[in-house]
């Protein structure tokens, strides 16, 4: 069973800056493909970007269209932790941000929350206009 805990919300000003974190526990965590996803009110959680393991000495990165050029995630695998660097914030970029883990490879831009083994509990992004 793995856990997730993110850290890093909070509300910031349009054009700003955020680095949200999440910190896993109970598993081999190199064996897993990380990501974010969000859920804003009266939406779908969507998938916003995701990081495979290594293979072949190089990770597999994915972006959404929309968070593309602004976000930047990365892994430290000897601290078990991910992270969204989030640039150039929107008020659209406003939700719930959810840490989630996934045995195996992401497909893709296309991922899902079906693709999802394992959720953090979300940390709230506000983007104030």
């Known amino acids: 069973q793995v856990q997730l805990v993110e850290s890093g919300g909070g509300l910031v000003q349009a054009g700003g800056s955020l680095r949200l974190s999440c910190a896993a526990s109970?598993?081999?965590?190199?064996?897993?493909?990380m990501g974010w996803f969000r859920q804003a009110p009266g939406k779908e959680r969507e998938f916003v970007t995701g990081?495979?393991?290594?293979?072949?000495?190089?990770?597999?990165?994915y972006y959404s269209d929309s968070v593309k050029g602004r976000f930047t995630i990365s892994r430290d695998n000897a601290k078990n932790t991910v992270y969204l660097q989030m640039n150039s914030l929107k008020p659209e970029d406003t939700a719930v941000y959810y840490c989630?883990?996934?045995?195996?490879?992401?497909?893709?831009?296309?991922?899902?929350?079906?693709?999802?083994?394992?959720w953090g509990q979300g940390t709230q992004v506000t983007v104030s206009s």
């Open positions: 989630a883990a996934k045995r195996g490879s992401w497909p893709g831009r296309t991922s899902t929350t079906h693709h999802v083994d394992y």
């Open positions: 990081i495979t393991g290594i293979t072949r000495n190089a990770y597999m990165i």
């Open positions: 109970g598993g081999t965590f190199s064996d897993y493909a």
